[in-house]
């Protein structure tokens, strides 16, 4: 489960359909610079990009946000979705601190 954004998953993905990634930001309607920005994790997804990619990539719109990091609601996620993908992102983050610790 990412973290932040994958940068290799949507890469690999892109990769699976022949696209590049100039193809992946005209699809969300962002610029290349912005996506760049994305890409480094220097800058979240809204939700209608988490859509775009989505429909670019062929992956449920939960999966784009899972692996881009996102924070923001995922279109037609409900409620219950939301809290529960914030608990296992909770959970990795708790995981990931815990073996920090014991380093």
């Known amino acids: 489960m990412a ?6 998953w949507f890469d690999a993905k892109l990769a699976e359909r022949g696209l590049s990634r100039r193809v992946m ?13 994305v890409f480094k994790d220097q800058r979240e997804l ?14 449920p719109a939960a999966e784009i946000a899972r ?10 996620q409900s409620a219950e979705a939301r809290i529960a993908d914030l608990e296992k992102r909770v959970a990795v983050l708790e995981a990931e601190l815990a073996r920090l610790r014991r380093t």
């Open 25 to 37: 930001a005209a699809a969300a309607g962002m610029s290349e610079a912005d996506l760049t920005l």
């Open 46 to 59: 809204s939700a209608g990009e988490v859509a775009a990619f989505a429909e670019l990539l062929g992956e």
């Open 3 to 8: 973290l932040f954004f994958d940068a290799a």
């Open 67 to 76: 692996q881009a990091g996102v924070s923001t609601p995922v279109p037609g």
